[in-house]
Nanobody, 126 residues
Framework: QVQLVESGGDSVQAGGSLRLSCAAS?????????LAWFRQAPGKEREGVARIDNDGDTIYADSVKGRFTISIDNAKNTLYLQMNSLKPEDTAMYYC???????????????????WGQGTQVTVSS
């Protein structure tokens, strides 16, 4: 059973930066995989933020393009989300998700991901 543990969430002012981490245990990212970051603000549905596949191809939600960067360190089995130029509307609980097969066509469909972390809170004040 793969376990995902997020960290790095914090409270920052608008314009600031944070780097989220998602460490995977009991699994090594080696062959096919599809990893993503989602977020959920209070009263809103969970939405996709960024996705990376085993070829290193990335997809971003329009709301974060140019500000967020998803990456993976295979040696550390860790997924990252570098978030720059943060805005109050980025405030949410951030979750990492994993599918241990190739990515499917719909990047933000929740059901495409089998494993989820518990989340890490990001709060951006104006």
């Amino acid at each position: 059973q793969v376990q995902l543990v997020e960290s790095g969430g914090d409270s920052v002012q608008a314009g600031g930066s944070l780097r989220l981490s998602c460490a995977a245990s009991k699994y090594t990212y080696s062959s096919n995989y599809c990893l993503a970051w989602f977020r959920q603000a209070p009263g809103k549905e969970r939405e996709g933020v960024a996705r990376i596949d085993n070829d290193g191809d990335t997809i971003y939600a329009d709301s974060v393009k140019g500000r967020f960067t998803i990456s993976i360190d295979n040696a550390k089995n860790t997924l990252y989300l570098q978030m720059n130029s943060l805005k109050p509307e980025d405030t949410a609980m951030y979750y990492c998700a994993a599918r241990l097969e190739s990515c499917l066509r719909s990047p933000w469909r929740l059901g495409n991901y089998v494993y989820w972390g518990q989340g890490t809170q990001v709060t951006v004040s104006s």
